[in-house]
């Protein structure tokens, strides 16, 4: 059973960072591509960056440049570190790995002066 449990998340103003968290367990995330989602009440969950167990990184256009994704093999835990953070980045945060339907129950991210 794979389980994933996001945190990091905040209020923060426009031009701050944070950095979320997620823990793995069920899988190995060195094994796996493993993204970063997030979600507008009301719209779509867009993916915001991936990395591949190769370890190779594809970012939305929106992110490109601010939002860094990583991942530490030994904890098994995805990180996105997020710079310059805009108000049109409030959402709440979701990990996944790709090709499971799990999800965990994500992090508020919220971005307001």
């Known amino acids: 059973q794979v389980q994933l449990v996001e945190s990091g998340g905040g209020l923060v103003q426009p031009g701050g960072s944070l950095r979320l968290s997620c823990v793995v367990s069920?899988?190995?995330?060195?094994?796996?591509?493993m993204a970063w989602y997030r979600q507008v009440p009301g719209k779509q969950r867009e993916m915001v960056a991936d990395v591949t167990s190769a370890g190779s990184i594809n970012y939305a256009d929106s992110v490109k440049g601010r939002f860094t994704i990583s991942k530490d093999n030994a904890k098994n835990k995805v990180y996105l570190q997020m710079n310059s953070l805009k108000p049109e980045d409030t959402a709440v945060y979701y990990c996944?790995?790709?090709?499971?339907?799990?999800w965990g129950k994500g992090t508020q991210v919220t971005v307001s002066s």
């Open positions: 996944k790995p790709y090709g499971y339907t799990n």
């Open positions: 069920g899988i190995a995330v060195s094994l796996r591509r």
